[in-house]
C-alpha cells in the first residue's frame, strides 16, 4: 500500500540552529490548515500531522509542544509493535514521536533495522498527510539521506559566519551524493528579513566561489525574539500560537506558501525504506 503522507525535512549543520524550533512551528501551523480528521476511528488519532524527532537518544522536541518524553527507541528496537504506544497525540493538533533512547545505552539505529521495524515505520506513512521529520545535527549517512529522499528539504542556519559555513558544508555532500539537486533555506534568528535574505545570498555566493552547482531558494526567515521563545519553551507551546497571529505564525505560513509551490511527492514508496534500505 503506497504511502500518503508528505515528508518535509528539516535539517541543518551543527546544534543550536533552531531546527527543531522551526519544525514544530511548522507542523503546527499546517495543522492549523489541515484540521482534524473528524470522528475518531477507534486506534486512529484524529491529527493529520506527525513531528517525527529523528534526533536519535538527543531528542528535545517535546520540549516545545509541553509533552513529557518516553525513550522509546531501545524498546521498539526490542519490540516493533509497540511503536503506536510512544506516539503522543498533543493538545496542539499534532502528534509526537520522539526518537529518544536508554540512556545507559546508545544502539546504531541502522544496524538494527529488519522488516517488521520497516513495517512499523511505513504505517506512519499510510497514517499521516504531513510527517515533518527533526533530523539530527551535523552530518551522517542517514540524515543526508533523509534530506535527499524527503519530498521536501529545508535547511535551517544562523545569520553568523560559522553557519553559514556548516550549511555549505552539507550543500557540498549533498551535491558528492548526485541525488539532490534543490534545497529550501530558511534564515533563523534575524533582526530583519533583509538580514535574512543577504545571508542567503552570501550562501549563494559562497557555492559559486567553489563551483558547488547547488541549486538553493530562499524559504523565509524568523526573526530573533527571545522573550517570546523563553516564554513558550517555559510554557511548553510552540511560538507561533502564543498570542496569535503573530510575526512566528506569519513566517511560518510564508515558508508553508513557499514550500507547498515546490515540486510534489518524490517517487519514493516509502521513505523510512529508502533511507534505511536504500530501496
Not at 490548515?33 to 528535545?60: E, I, K, M, Q, W
Request: overall charge positive.
Amino acid at each position: 500500500m503506497r504511502r500518503k503522507a508528505r515528508i518535509l525535512a528539516v535539517s541543518g549543520g551543527k546544534g543550536g540552529t533552531g531546527k527543531t524550533y522551526v519544525a514544530v512551528n511548522l507542523a503546527v501551523q499546517m495543522a492549523l490548515r489541515l484540521g482534524t480528521r473528524g470522528a475518531r476511528v477507534p486506534g486512529l488519532s484524529t491529527n493529520r500531522v506527525l513531528v517525527f524527532d529523528a534526533d536519535y537518544h538527543l531528542s528535545n522536541a517535546h520540549l516545545f509542544l509541553g509533552e513529557k518524553l518516553s525513550p522509546c527507541l531501545d524498546r521498539f528496537l526490542d519490540e516493533p509493535s509497540s511503536l503506536p504506544n510512544f506516539i503522543s497525540s498533543t493538545r496542539f493538533g499534532v502528534d509526537l514521536i520522539s526518537f529518544g533512547g536508554d540512556e545507559r545505552r546508545v544502539n546504531t539505529l541502522e544496524n538494527r533495522i529488519n522488516a517488521r521495524i520497516l513495517e512499523e515505520l511505513r504505517k506512519l506513512e499510510r497514517s499521516y498527510e504531513w510527517i515533518i521529520v527533526d533530523t539530527g545535527a551535523g552530518l551522517s549517512e542517514t540524515i543526508l539521506r533523509q534530506v535527499i529522499f524527503a519530498d521536501h528539504a529545508l535547511l535551517v542556519l544562523n545569520p553568523v559566519i560559522t553557519s553559514i559555513v556548516d550549511t555549505y558544508k552539507v550543500l557540498k555532500f549533498l551535491w558528492l551524493e548526485k541525488k539532490q539537486r534543490a534545497v529550501d533555506i530558511c534564515l533563523n534568528m534575524v533582526a530583519s528579513y533583509e538580514e535574512g535574505y543577504a545571508c542567503f545570498r552570501k550562501l549563494q555566493s559562497t557555492l559559486r566561489q567553489f563551483s558547488i552547482p547547488m541549486r538553493i531558494f530562499f524559504a523565509g526567515a524568523l526573526y530573533s525574539d527571545p522573550p517570546r521563545f523563553m516564554r513558550a519553551i517555559h510554557a511548553g507551546h510552540p511560538a507561533a500560537l502564543v498570542d496569535p497571529p503573530n510575526h512566528v505564525s506569519e513566517s511560518i505560513d510564508n515558508i508553508w506558501d513557499h514550500v507547498l509551490k515546490g515540486p510534489g511527492q518524490k517517487a519514493v514508496d516509502s521513505f523510512f525504506t529508502t533511507v534505511f534500505l536504500g530501496a
